[in-house]
């Protein structure tokens, strides 16, 4: 129980920062933003401020935004919908009741013919079951339509509409929601790092050393830095530590500056398993910083170190070979929470802070459906000059979209055989 919850805190926060994103951009840049929503599925409940109705669904996992003129937001009312209009006292459509669970006594009963919420703002149909008469109704600029679920949102007239603001307005947008996601890697770094008292500085400067281990025997002290191991340079504690524990049984040469002199000093380092690797161990831990900007400067170091990391796995996707393995879905994330979740409240955060890192670039890789093969359209209207044509824009969507079901269905079915099955 104490997984499955921390798998939907951790992937709500995930989701609803990213979407959020997304949202913001949005309304500054004069998008209409129709919909809100937290969670999934059925509607509890829903409040409307400022033209956007913000939804609580029932599936708490992640949530959404419905951005006016998007190709997700399907605004239309097809004809033979039986509806409800409100008309104001210029007889102008106030609202639009599809919905057989929402009633409105001073409502007129209409049969839409068709309708036009996006340019001429009309609509037409048969008033009180009269097909006689085809009666045409005038739509305020911000009338509203409640939905069949009996969701009230706005409607999306043209001037609203994501594809009516510049290109680059757009493209902001676009790149808000993996923003927000970089900036959420950050913060729950910094916080995961406060609530640890102390963090490692990060550089090559030796801190602890272990009582009887190899770097002990071998005279190095604390405050020593390593310059460099068989003369490969080592600016950082993760260039120190990834050579040596990837060097298990194997003789290094570690050149060393202990106070004002430089020596060199000759290591093996010792073989370790776990989870069925080899790893190198000396027993050097890395210098400590207490203070609030050390811990300020670990968070960026740390989510810079863990972008690098995610850089070079898709760099080794593409140069080496792609593999299903490589990937995780939803219930491999799961799989990664129920092991994070039972060592504590810090790795918690730290594991939050690597996934939505994770998230921000995956969504900026250009593959259409996700934030980077939008922001790849907009690159291209723009060099361009003139918008790519509509039919053009959605069958490349509708490619990207089948691909990414096709690889998710794909992951999913691998990440239950690896971690439930085996």
Known sequence: MTAIITFIIVFGILVIVHEFGHYYAAKKSGILVREFSVGMGPKIVAYRKNHTT??????????????????????????????SLVLNDADKVTKIITSSKVYDANAVPVQISKADLVD??????????????????SVDHDATIVEEDGTEVQIAPRDVQLQSVSVWKRMITNFAGPFNNFILAIVAAILAAFMMGSV??????LGQIQKNSIAQKAGLKANDKILSVNNKKTA???????????????????????????????????????????YGLIGIM???????????????????????TIFHALGKMVSGGFSINQLSGPVGIYSMTSKVASTGLINIIFFTSMLSMNLGIVNLIPIPALDGGKILLNIIEAIRRKPIPEQYENVITLIGVGILVLLMVAVTWNDIQRFFIK
């Open 54 to 83: 913000y939804t609580l669904r029932l599936l708490p996992l992640g949530g959404y935004v419905r951005m006016a003129g998007a190709q997700e937001d399907d605004s239309e009312i097809q004809p033979g919908t039986m509806a």
């Open 120 to 137: 001429d703002l009309v609509v037409e149909g048969y008033e009180n079951g009269d097909e006689t008469v085809t009666k045409k109704y």
């Open 200 to 205: 490692g500085t990060g550089t090559n400067q």
């Open 236 to 278: 950082s504690w993760t260039d120190l530590s990834e050579t040596i524990q990837n060097s298990p049984g194997k003789k290094l040469t570690l050149k060393v500056q202990s106070g004002k002199e430089v020596k060199q000093v000759k290591v093996t380092p010792k073989t370790v398993k776990s989870s069925g690797q080899k």
């Open 286 to 308: 890395p210098k400590m910083d207490s203070s609030a900007m050390g811990k300020i400067k670990y968070g960026f170091t740390y989510s810079w170190s863990t972008s690098l």
